[in-house]
């Protein structure tokens, strides 16, 4: 069955980095859109990053610049380095699959547990 499980969240203080990371298991990994979302007390999941099976990527404006969406096929993981952290970024990130090969012209259908990121001012 589909597994995602995320790994590498932390404590880190403003300005600092961090590189969670996502292993899929059970379906063939290079042929799917992956995205990475948060949720932050209070608010809504939001759409952080997305990456197509082609290594097409999208960011939302909040993270460009400071985020990176990478997937290692051979490795069937999904990577989300974040530099200059701000104390913002908080939140739960969740990896999730496309159901198809892109971000753009489908929506998601599983997702992992989640892994917390907390910056300190």
């Known amino acids: 069955q589909v597994q995602l499980v995320e790994s590498g969240g932390g404590l880190v203080q403003a300005g600092g980095s961090l590189r969670p990371s996502c292993a899929a298991s059970?379906?063939?990994?290079?042929?799917?859109?992956m995205g990475w979302y948060r949720q932050a007390p209070g608010k809504e999941r939001e759409l952080v990053a997305a990456i197509s099976g082609g290594n097409v990527t999208w960011y939302a404006d909040s993270v460009k610049g400071r985020f990176t969406i990478s997937r290692d096929n051979a490795k069937n993981t999904l990577y989300l380095q974040m530099n200059s952290l701000k104390p913002e970024d908080t939140a739960v990130y969740y990896c999730a699959r496309y159901n198809g090969r892109y971000y753009y012209t489908g929506g998601t259908d599983y997702w992992g547990q989640g892994t917390q990121v907390t910056v300190s001012s």
């Open positions: 059970g379906f063939t990994f290079s042929s799917y859109a």
